[in-house]
């Protein structure tokens, strides 16, 4: 038995050796990846889903770490803070990379600034639904009932932080009703339960959460609020049909790597993502959540850089502004 | 009935070859993770996600729920053999089992927990079966205020859990209330009462509580105590219950069958009131209540019953609603989702192999787990043999490791013990911490209940009395506190504050 | 109730030493709490705040510590028993090792890498090992190594849980 071990010591050391010698050899070891929030949840499954078709590329394991708390800057805070080698990344969202600077104002990273972006990695549309008992047939008449009487309605939202939230806050913002009285669950599902049985009229929430309670009936969906309908609910119209365009909001995933991460790491992991999102079945996978496909604009470094400050110049103004 | 052909196709389904394995494969690794403290059924299950990648979806739920349901049979060894409950489902079987343990009748309360568990799963799966979509209106019938009046009214058993001064349980139920209100506030996203300590911007981790004051608080209390832990060591009795000990404790089973699987259809975790209520009901019934907390049998039987049906039960409002109500579930809701099945109403019409299949199965997953427990119950009592001085550096080991992986978090294990120390002084006070964790555990969705119902409300507290649900439930509270007290304040005066 | 208990118990013997520090002691998580609270809203009760609950649940343990105190005068009961401080010293102690070991940690100038369970596991049997009084550091050596390597078998390859093992050495 000891000297069982003995050899496998030393046999993990020379592997440790030549491991140091070739160093160029990126990656020569598991790469974490870091997922900010609970197992299950819409981003850790689009984590799993890219991660494993990620592995095949990269020659090594792509291990999914769910570090969650504090609506998931505990875990991007860890990602960023970790030694900038190339195996330690995380996919975030829309909230961590986005929204947290206005939502959080200690938060301890700086997405613009202060972190390697690789790429998005999927985006889920938004929708905003309602009860289905709540007079208001459409999006157009809904707005205006809430406009005309904001006390009369209840939001519902997974906690300050989570999509939810963020994008509910951005309506309200947007209708000029930003004290409408707001029910805080702990999580997209007690939300909906309530939702589903009519104690709260309405919110907003990603397409993988809300497309199958709309398909049976149970919920009401008013719009979409992306630029197309989606394949998984060509029914309901986008915000633009239904008469309040500016909403446009999309929960996005994306992965990022701390700052100073070597350009060779980084430029790995930029292909090892596009071969990822190229490949027929991780894309079905992924169209099958609802989820969109991102432009290969957007899988590029230069591209999620983009797309996070075009969203936390839409954010930003009416989150620090929402009462809390 | 159309409910046997259902059946039948569920069966079909489940007795493939490839889903027995993978129901085995599951409950065997579920009773692994359930007897390693801390190791909880959510790590793991997280962590085999990506495995079930290439199996069908029906053979990866089946093994996913075979781990979840395996988890609580095993979760109830690790809290009789070392009295640690991995989960608040084991609190009350720790109280119980482990004074069993203690006088050497560690093998009877396995195997009542293990034949309880079985009974309470094979009801459990035949409600699912025959009642599952009915059942489903009443998860929808609990809002915010019928949620708040049921939490009061669990904190109200929690009295009953006492095992000394009722004053002192009071302390200790307020305590937990404390306790589970530290962390970011949800709506305002304020830091309470954190020391301005990253670690506890999400509050304290259950399981870091747990096995703070019961594990390591209990090692400490162990190796002060030589003499209470060598009797654990010298008798070992019989393995198995015999025909008194089911006779004794086949009603406790049935009663706690039916209130954990009442319990566990509601939202939002109602499943944890389960086990308590079921003690309570126990304990006030019982000819001579002062047997509970020093061993009776009952108290293992009830609860682990409860437990297992209420765990089950807990499926219901997934399949039927698609809404996950607890954190389990919602993993549950996320494998489904990988595999493309996105649950909702109408999995149980789109989907009846899954569904069907998955209930067949976990009759079957039942079965096994008493095949799998069973025989091992010899092997359990055997490691309370091992001396106390390599035992407890071994559960130690289990235990940082474990709650390291709840949230890879090391500070976790350093809270850990300091909540050890924090239990140690509890001990030396006289405190029991058992409801001091049901305060923790109602105390965070008591107050998100409380929040959400006064502003649906727009402030007004009628709205508690004016729902006819919720007045009933505060009712039983009130009846339920008053029965409580009752007998101590009939006693003399000098015993006011002692039941 | 100008006196704190201390002062009133002079007046009369403590009959229950064991409720009286209980009772002294929810007094000060009370105290804590209430100090740790005093920043935050209570709101309105249509807009309950932050404060509101944790500032309630403190008011209420800090009533029944001074029930307790008072109780702990009339009603006999158990007296405080003795501390042992080599089980707190060395099981609390080498479980805060393990947490400082196993994904290394900074404070001030003094700086640990993460060691991985390979360390951390040894750390945490050995050191609480000890408080045993019958002890016996050959054997516990031995059996630390055997159960990191078990450990290490069973979290990291048969249930996969993202541990480090050996960064410094295996790179995982």
Known sequence: MKSFAKIGLVAAAALALSGAAQAQAYPDRPITMIVPFAAGGPTDIIARIVGDHMSKTLGKQVVIENVAGAGGTTGITRALTATPDGYTIAMGHLGTFSAAPATYPNLKYDPLNGMQPIGLAGGTPILVVARKTLEQADLKSFVAAVKANPDKFNEAHAGLGSVSWTTCTLLKGQLGVPKLNAVAYRGTGPALNDLVSGQVDFMCDQIVSVAEQIKAGTIRAYAIASAERSPALPDVPTTKEAGLPEYQIEAWNGIAAPKGTPKEAVDKLVDALNKALNDEGTKKRLLDLGAVIPTVEERTPAGFAAVIKRDADKLSPILAAAPR | MDMFSNLALGFSVAFSLQNIALCFVGCLVGTLIGVLPGVGPIAT??????????????????????????????????????????????????????????????????????????????????????????????????????????????????????????????????????????????????????????PLADGIDFAVLAMGVFGFAEVLRNLENKEARDVVRSKIGRLLPNWDDIKQSAMPVLRGTMIGGTLGILPGNGAVLGPFASYTVEKKIAKDPSRFGKGAIEGVAGPESANNAGAQTAFIPLLTLGIPPNAVMALMVGAMTIHGIIPGPQVMTKNPDLFWGMIASMWIGNLMLLIINLPLVGLWVKLLQVPYRLMFPAILIFCCIGIYSVNNQPMDVAFTAMFGLFGYLLIKLGFEPAPMLLGFVLGRLMEEKLRQALIISRGSFMTFLERPISAGLLLVAVIVLVIALLPSMSKKRDEVFTE | MSLNPAERSRGMRIKSTQDFAAGLFMIALAGLAFYLARD?????????????????????????????????????????????????????????????????????????????????????????????????????????????????????????????????????
């Not at chain 2, 979806?57 to 089946?62: E, F």
């Not at chain 2, 209106?137 to 809002?143: C, E, H, T, W």
């Not at chain 3, 709101?43 to 105190?69: D, E, H």
């Not at chain 3, 078990?150 to 410094?168: D, E, S």
């Open chain 2, 45 to 198: 299950i997280a962590m085999l996600l990506p495995i079930t990648f290439g199996l069908d979806p029906v053979g990866a739920l089946i093994m996913l729920a075979g781990i979840y349901y395996g988890a609580q049979y095993g979760g109830s060894t690790t809290a009789i053999l070392v009295n640690i409950p991995g989960e608040a489902t084991a609190v009350v079987t720790a109280l119980d089992g482990h004074e069993m343990a203690k006088q050497g009748r560690a093998g009877i309360a396995l195997g009542t927990a293990a034949l309880g568990s079985f009974f309470a799963g094979c009801v459990a799966t035949l409600i699912i079966a025959a009642l599952g979509a009915p059942l489903t209106k009443m998860a929808l019938l609990f809002g915010p205020a019928e949620y708040f009046s049921l939490m009061v009214m669990g904190l109200c058993f929690a009295v009953v859990l006492a095992r000394g001064s009722i004053l002192k349980a009071f302390c200790m139920i307020m305590l937990g209330l404390l306790l589970s209100t530290v962390g970011t506030d949800l709506e305002t996203g304020q830091e309470r009462m954190t020391f301005g300590f990253p």
């Open chain 3, 40 to 172: 935050l809203s209570a709101g309105t009760l249509r807009q309950i705040g932050p404060g509101m609950l944790p500032k309630s649940f403190a008011a209420i343990c800090g009533g029944l510590g001074l029930l307790l105190c008072l109780s702990s005068l009339r009603y006999e009961g158990e007296r405080l028993a003795g501390w042992s401080w080599r089980g707190v010293l060395f099981v609390l102690g080498g479980a805060v090792l393990f947490a400082l070991t196993i994904r290394g940690f900074e404070i001030g100038p003094l700086r640990v890498p993460p060691l991985g369970m390979a360390v951390s596991g040894p750390i945490v049997v050995i050191v609480a090992g000890l408080a045993a009084d019958d002890r016996n550091v050959k054997q516990l050596v031995i059996f630390a190594a055997a159960m990191t390597l078990f450990c290490a078998l069973l979290f990291k390859y048969a249930l996969g849980l993202p541990i480090p093992l050996a960064p410094w050495l295996l790179g995982i």
